[in-house]
């Protein structure tokens, strides 16, 4: 059975930073990653990063995310730099395989 857990989320002020970890377990994936999804709004791809290390950002947070990945421990990070209130959103980490799973996410409030 696959599990992700998210950690990492809390609250921040506007220009600060915040690191979320999810570790995987019950599966390899090729893709790790996180989306989020503010109040009234879609869920939207922040970013993700493969196996080999390949990397890839929305547009509203190049310059100030990076997306890592421990594929010993099975784990994905989001080091979140220069927050702004409007990056406020439950961030869900997700994983995919043949599937995509998904955690059950965490959220993250930055106040201006």
């Known amino acids: 059975q696959v599990q992700l857990v998210e950690s990492g989320g809390g609250l921040a002020q506007a220009g600060g930073s915040l690191t979320l970890s999810c570790v995987a377990s019950?599966?390899?994936?090729?893709?790790m990653g996180w989306f989020r999804q503010a109040p009234g709004k879609q869920r939207e791809l922040v970013a993700t990063?493969?196996?080999?290390?390949?990397?890839s950002y929305a547009d509203f947070v190049k310059g100030r995310f990076t997306v890592s990945r421990d594929n010993a421990a099975n784990a994905v990070y989001l080091q979140m730099n220069n927050l702004n209130p409007e990056d406020t959103a439950v961030y869900y980490c997700?994983?995919?395989?043949?599937?995509?799973?998904w955690g059950q996410g965490t959220q993250v409030t930055v106040s201006s």
């Open positions: 997700t994983a995919a395989s043949i599937r995509t799973y």
């Open positions: 019950g599966g390899s994936f090729s893709i």
């Open positions: 990063a493969t196996r080999n290390g390949e990397t």
